[in-house]
C-alpha cells in the first residue's frame, strides 16, 4: 500500500522487491471427506488458502451437528432461497449488489437457513478504521470484505443454538466458496444489525467484532443516501488471521489477488487540503532545475513523488503511474499551472521530468521537508518502527536513515548523510531518533545489530518508546546478559 522513501531510491538503484508470503496447511478426516481447515494458531497464509475441491465446485459441506451447506447455483435454488426471505424475514428478500453468494443449510434433507452474500458497503467509518486503509486503498480492494445482505433461520427449523451453527458454518466455508464461485478469496465480513430489533447475540458467539454504530442512512437508488433515522451496529468478522494486515500489505496473498480492482474510485490518498499542505511543506527546498526548465513549480512535483511514495509506488516510472490519474480538483490543490491548449484542462510533468529532478535533488533537504510533514500530520508514531539505512548507488551517492512502519513500510522520518554506511549510519540514525520532529512514546523500534549501542537506546527510552534490537557475538557481554536475562523462556527453546 504504501513504502518508505528509502525504499524508492534504494529500489531504483538495487531493484529490491519484497518477499513472498508462505506458509503450510493441515488436512484431516471427517465424516468420510477430505477437507481443509483453517488453523487459527498459525501465522502462515498457506494454511488458511488451500483449496477443497467441494468448495471449488460448491459441493455441499458438513457441519458437526448434522448440517450440511451447499451453494445455491441454479436459477431454482435462488428462487427458493427469495421465497423464503420474502415470506418471513422482516426486511424481505432485498437486492444484491455486485458479486454474490447464496448458501442454502439444511438439516436432515430439510431446509433450516439461507445466507445471502453480496459486495460490501462503499464507505464505513467503523470497518474502514479497524482495517487501517486509506480511499485509495479501499477503491483498489474492496473486493475483499463480502457482506452479509440476508440471513434467515426458517420458522419450521428453529430450535435453540440453530442459528449459531448455520452462521458458523456459512463462515468456515464461506471463503471457499466464494473463491469458487469468482475467482479470489475474501478476507473480511461484514454484517448489521438492528439494536432496536436484535442484540446481536448470534453475532457475539461466531465471534464477531462490534465495529461501531451507522450514521442512520440507507441508498436512494444509485447514487443518493438519504437519512432512515434508524442507526445500525457495525460488526466485523475475520475469515483469516491478521485480515487487516493482509489487506493493507504492499503485496495481496495470491489467492486474492483476484479482488484487485486498479484505476477505480479514489485517486489519492490525501484530501485536498492534506495536499495544498504537502505542497507548502516543500516551499523552501532549493530547487536544482535551470531557470529555463522549470516549467511546473517545484513543490508541486515533490508533492507528486511524496504522494507516489505514499501510494506505494517503488521505482520512478511506478510514482509516474500512480499519480496521472489525479484528477483537475487534486492538481490545483497542489497548484500544477500548465495547461493543455486544446481542452485547457492542467497536464501532469512527465516521466523523464520526475526522473530528472530526482537525480538532481538534495536528498537531505527533501527527507527534512517531508519528515516534518509527516510527523506534522501522523500525531503519534505507530508502535511498532523499524530504524535502517542504505546506501545510495553502492555508498557513491550517501546514505538514506529512514524510520519507518513495520505493516506497510509507510515513511516517518527520514535522514541523509555522506559517505559510507559503515561510518555514519550509527551516528545519523541515533540524530534522527533524537530529532525533536520525532515523537517516539509508545511506539516499538527495532534495528539490526549495528545499533546494539548504549546511546542510541537511551535516545529511545528518554523519549517513552521501547527497543527490540538484535544482537552478536563482538558484544559479548551484551549477549551473555541477554541469554541470562531469557534463560527459562521460551524464546531461547
Known amino acids: 500500500m504504501i513504502s518508505s522513501c528509502q525504499a524508492l531510491l534504494h529500489s531504483i538503484r538495487i531493484g529490491r522487491r519484497p518477499g513472498r508470503l508462505a506458509g503450510s496447511s493441515a488436512i484431516f478426516e471427517k465424516c468420510g471427506l477430505k477437507k481443509v481447515v483453517d488453523i ?6 498457506d494454511s488458511v488458502v488451500k483449496k477443497t475441491s467441494a468448495a471449488k465446485e460448491g459441493r455441499p459441506g458438513k457441519g458437526g451437528v448434522g ?15 427469495k421465497e423464503a426471505l420474502g415470506r418471513e424475514h422482516g426486511l424481505g428478500a432485498g437486492r444484491e449488489a455486485g458479486d454474490r453468494l447464496c448458501q442454502l443449510v439444511f438439516e436432515e434433507g430439510r431446509l433450516a437457513a439461507v445466507l445471502v452474500w453480496c459486495a460490501a458497503a462503499w464507505h464505513l467509518k467503523g470497518r474502514d478504521e479497524a482495517v487501517g486503509w486509506d480511499a485509495v486503498t479501499r477503491s483498489e480492494r474492496l473486493k475483499l470484505v463480502v457482506q452479509l ?6 420458522e419450521q427449523a428453529r430450535r435453540p443454538n440453530l442459528a449459531s451453527q448455520c452462521l458458523g458454518l456459512g463462515l468456515r466455508e464461506l471463503a471457499g466458496q466464494w473463491e469458487g464461485a469468482h475467482g479470489y478469496r475474501p478476507l473480511l465480513a461484514e454484517s448489521f444489525s438492528d439494536p432496536e430489533s436484535h442484540a446481536g447475540t448470534v453475532y457475539k458467539v461466531t465471534n464477531w467484532e462490534l465495529a461501531g454504530v451507522t450514521k442512520g442512512y440507507s441508498q436512494d437508488h444509485t447514487d443518493y443516501y438519504v437519512p432512515n433515522g434508524r442507526p445500525k451496529k457495525l460488526w466485523l ?76 509506488a517503488r521505482d520512478v516510472l511506478d510514482i509516474w503511474r500512480k499519480v496521472a490519474c489525479l484528477s483537475q480538483s487534486q492538481r490545483e490543490a497542489i497548484r500544477l499551472r500548465v495547461r493543455s491548449k486544446q481542452s485547457g484542462h492542467l497536464t501532469m510533468p512527465g516521466y523523464d521530468a520526475l526522473n530528472d529532478l530526482l537525480a538532481a535533488i538534495d536528498p537531505a533537504a527533501y527527507a527534512r521537508a517531508l519528515t516534518a510533514w509527516l510527523q506534522a500530520n501522523a500525531g503519534l508514531l505507530p508502535r511498532s518502527l523499524a530504524l535502517d539505512g542504505k546506501s545510495v548507488g ?13 505493516e506497510d513500510g509507510r515513511p516517518v522520518a527520514m535522514a541523509a548523510a555522506k559517505g559510507k554506511k559503515e561510518d555514519c549510519e550509527v551516528s545519523e540514525a541515533r540524530a534522527l531518533l533524537a530529532s525533536e520532529q520525532v515523537q517516539l512514546a509508545n511506539a516499538l523500534v527495532t534495528a539490526d545489530p549495528l545499533h546494539n549501542k548504549h546511546d542510541t537506546i537511551q535516545v529511545i527510552l528518554q523519549k517513552g518508546g521501547d527497543y527490540l534490537v538484535g544482537t552478536k557475538e563482538n558484544t559479548s557481554k551484551r549477549l551473555e546478559g541477554a541469554a541470562q536475562a531469557l534463560r527459562g523462556t521460551p524464546f531461547l527453546k
Not at 487459527?40 to 497464509?45: C, H, L, M
Not at 445482505?149 to 426458517?154: H, N, Q, S, T, Y
Open 67 to 81: 448440517l450440511e451447506i451447499k451453494v445455491a447455483h441454479s436459477a431454482h435454488d435462488w428462487r427458493r432461497a
Open 237 to 312: 468478522k475475520k475469515l483469516v488471521p491478521k485480515a487487516y494486515e493482509l489487506m493493507c500489505a504492499r503485496e495481496l496473498p495470491e489467492a486474492s489477488k483476484g479482488a484487485l480492482v486498479t484505476r477505480s474510485g479514489a485517486r489519492s490518498p490525501l484530501k485536498n487540503a492534506q495536499l495544498g499542505s504537502l505542497r507548502d511543506a516543500f516551499a523552501e527546498v532549493p530547487d536544482p532545475r535551470h531557470p529555463k526548465s522549470r516549467r511546473h513549480p517545484l513543490p508541486a512535483m515533490l508533492s507528486l513523488i511524496a504522494l507516489g511514495l505514499l501510494m506505494g
Open 40 to 45: 487459527r494458531a498459525r501465522k502462515s497464509w
Open 149 to 154: 445482505r440476508r440471513f434467515l433461520v426458517l
Open 394 to 406: 553502492d555508498g557513491r551517492c550517501g546514505l538514506i536513515v529512514t524510520l519507518c512502519r513495520h
